[in-house]
């Protein structure tokens, strides 16, 4: 099994200091959340399945695949991805750039999780239409797997329209891994059909399995990867391997002050080596 570390659920002050820790402790993987900007209208900021906004305004956002580029200089092995980054809130342009770059500054360590997104606000704030958001993500991931790896291309869709264009560097990686987040049908289709692993919200053991059964067709080397916090001992790990898990992304620690000790303690408990 892989572990990985969930950045975002700490104080950003932090974030240098334990991805260092993570990647000397042999964590297989360091993860950052994304949005592009809040809107101060609350109105269409409900997170779905509740009735309280899922943002506040004045949290600092972060360009993540910037910050992890330079996460990447502080670290040697550790794998460096999004969970999730909304790749069509931009030109596919400029989210594949992001990536190539991250991959090559890194020495290929870049994993590249996209998803719809769930909140209205930043979609009408960039002037796209929310309703749009699935198939021009789809679009987006298709320009961005021929920018990685063809000489030249050219693009007619429904969403995006360009001439031929050159686009260099190319990813380190032969196949710089896109990972789908979500749980819709529409997300778990995008994941079989078009990425190389899907990435789930938080579960448990019990909450996981409905959402597994529901991936089908999956192509070969496909990855799954969950955020298991409430994982509190090693034998539950046999399980999450026997359901076809690869990679448990964890929060050992119950605030910022403790995560490095928490960290070491889970990396003696659940034999991770560097």
Do not use: N
Request: with cysteine; proline share 9%; aromatic share 10%.
């Amino acid at each position: 099994m892989k572990f990985g570390v969930p950045l975002g659920l700490l104080h950003p002050a932090a974030w240098p200091d334990v991805a260092v820790a993570a990647d000397e402790l042999g964590f297989e993987s360091l993860w950052l959340p994304e949005h592009l900007v809040f809107a101060t209208d609350l109105s269409l900021a409900v997170y779905p399945g509740t009735e309280k906004p899922g943002i506040s305004p004045t949290t600092p956002l972060f360009d993540a695949p910037a910050y992890l580029c330079w996460l990447a200089g502080l670290t040697r092995r550790i794998r460096l991805g999004t969970a999730v980054h909304l790749f069509a809130l931009r030109h596919p342009f400029v989210s594949a750039r992001a990536f190539a770059t991250l991959d090559v500054v890194s020495g290929g360590r870049a994993i590249c999780g996209v998803g719809a997104g769930w909140y209205e606000g930043e979609w009408l704030a960039a002037g796209l239409d929310f309703a749009t958001r699935g198939p021009r993500l789809d679009e987006s991931i298709d320009i961005a797997r021929r920018l990685w790896t063809e000489p030249v291309i050219a693009h007619s869709g429904r969403f995006y329209d360009f001439p031929e264009v050159a686009f260099e560097p190319k990813p380190i990686q032969a196949r710089l891994p896109i990972l789908a987040g979500g749980e819709s049908p529409a997300a778990l289709r995008r994941a079989a059909q078009r990425c190389d692993g899907w990435i789930s919200m938080p579960h448990s053991l019990a909450t996981i399995r409905p959402h597994l059964a529901r991936l089908t067709d999956l192509p070969p080397d496909f990855s799954i990867t969950v955020h298991a916090y409430s994982l509190t001992t090693p034998e539950e790990i046999p399980s999450w391997t026997t359901l076809g898990v690869d990679r448990m992304i964890v929060r050992p620690w119950k605030g910022t002050r403790d995560a490095l000790t928490a960290l070491s303690k889970f990396a003696a408990d659940y034999g991770v080596h560097s």
